[in-house]
């Protein structure tokens, strides 16, 4: 039996991934860390909070991400350079704080590469929240307000940001089942059914 587990969960946006994660945690009397993170990270490093939000799941302005993309552009490459290490600093700063939050008890964390920085933890279980597009645009639509066009172009946006930050970071591919324990798409059995299903499977799996 286990005396702790530390849960990830990576999602789509607009999946209900994070709603679902914050269900389970309660549900579990887990702590709960999503922008939690962020906060804790600047407290730790001393960092103003809004330097790490604007980073937050974002690897657009590191050099080699803008290479990637523009391989030939050479233009402000200085800038983009010291970016680069700012970024890459941030990122392990918070890698640090996500490993110091699973090592002092069961958790519930949201997003940031956690799946892939505490991988080598036996306690640690990996869970992906997904869902189809159609889905995925209704629900972005009503808690946002927006038209279907808008829900759609945000979804991409930020799942492309999200992707690119991960495959950035851990040279894995976003999304990739191979990557988690359990991949599920809530829309089979709704959120709070969703929480149900998951807090057995942890339960069994902390019984192990």
């Not at 530390?6 to 999503?34: H, M, N």
């Not at 495959?167 to 709070?192: R, V």
Request: glycine letters at 6%; charged letters at 25%; aromatic letters at 10%.
């Amino acid at each position: 039996m286990k005396d702790r587990c530390v849960i990830t969960v990576g999602r789509e946006f607009g999946s209900g991934g994070r709603e679902i994660a914050k269900k389970l945690a309660e549900r579990l009397q887990f702590p709960f860390y999503d922008r939690e993170l962020i906060t804790l990270a600047a407290e730790k490093s001393g960092i103003n909070v809004n330097v790490f939000e604007t980073a937050d799941e974002r690897p657009q302005s590191s050099l080699l991400y803008s290479l990637a993309v523009d391989p030939y552009s050479v233009k402000g490459s200085l800038f983009r350079a010291n970016n680069m290490q700012t970024n890459d600093q941030l990122f392990k700063i918070q890698s640090d704080v996500i490993r110091e939050v699973a090592a002092a008890g069961s958790c519930v964390i949201v997003g940031r590469c956690a799946d892939y920085i505490l991988q080598e933890l036996p306690e640690c279980l990996r869970i992906y929240v997904h869902g189809s597009m159609d889905h995925r645009i209704d629900r972005i639509k009503r808690l946002y307000e927006l038209t279907g066009k808008q829900a759609r172009e945000l979804i991409q946006k930020t799942d492309k940001s999200r992707a690119s930050y991960y495959n950035f970071y851990t040279e894995q591919k976003w999304g990739d089942a191979d990557n988690f324990h359990l991949s599920i798409d809530p829309y089979l059995l709704g959120t709070d059914g969703t929480v149900d299903l998951l807090e057995t499977f942890v339960k069994a799996f902390m019984a192990q």
